[in-house]
């Protein structure tokens, strides 16, 4: 089997005409994690939203183990989890309902119940799941949004200030269920503001002058 391996090299985008960042070269293999850090407007979340194939890049190639996710583009975005700033929740359907639809949505089908399960309770959930997502507080929604992740079982984590309305507790529990991840050998990327204190943590400061 071989290792997950992200290379980006020369990277440029354009935000509403403008250039937001150029020659940005990024290398990740299996077990890293990088923070992207930097002032609103840097390019973070550009540069996340353009690893997810979202917005265009205007150069540069993003490649997976060697290859162009150009060239296969729906087979890319399987092997990642993408977190923005909207969790991404419908209101009228419960949290269970929400988390079920999505994986439907990715063509998994209907996760098993334990597997569900303790998704729920890595994020201490499980007594909100039968709660329609209206009624779930903004902490609540964002480690709803989490779970989505979580559950996805995707290499490749792209996260946009994943932290966001989290409480103490459950940042804690992010950055368990982080260090999990890349344990397993999976890649993760996070736009953050807040120090999020993973093991062995890389960072790249975007807009650094």
């Known amino acids: 089997m071989v290792a997950p391996s992200l290379s980006v090299e020369d990277l440029a985008c354009r935000r509403g005409g403008r250039p937001v960042f150029a020659h940005l070269s990024i290398s ?41 996710v150009a060239e296969a583009p729906e087979a890319w975005r399987g092997r990642l989890a993408w977190l923005g700033h909207a969790d991404g929740l419908k209101g009228d359907l419960t949290l269970t309902e929400n988390l079920v639809a999505a994986e439907r949505l990715r063509g998994a089908g209907t996760p098993a119940a334990p597997r569900l ?22 902490g609540q929604r964002r480690r709803g949004a989490l779970v989505r992740v979580l559950l996805s079982d995707a290499t490749l ?18 950055r368990a269920v982080l260090q999990r991840h890349l344990g397993k050998g999976g890649i993760a990327l996070a736009a953050t503001h807040s120090a999020l204190d993973i093991v062995g943590a890389r960072n790249l400061r975007i807009g650094a002058a």
């Open 157 to 174: 984590w792209l996260l946009d200030e994943p932290a966001n309305a989290l409480d103490g507790p459950a940042q804690e529990a992010l």
């Open 117 to 138: 399960d303790a998704a729920l309770a890595a994020f201490d959930l499980a007594p909100l799941a039968d709660r329609p997502a209206r009624t779930l507080s903004a």
């Open 28 to 68: 990740l293999a299996g077990g890293e994690f990088l923070a992207l850090t930097g002032r609103n407007g840097s390019g973070k979340t550009t540069l996340l939203r353009a690893l997810a194939l979202l917005t265009p890049h205007e150069a540069g190639i993003i490649s997976w183990q060697g290859r162009d």
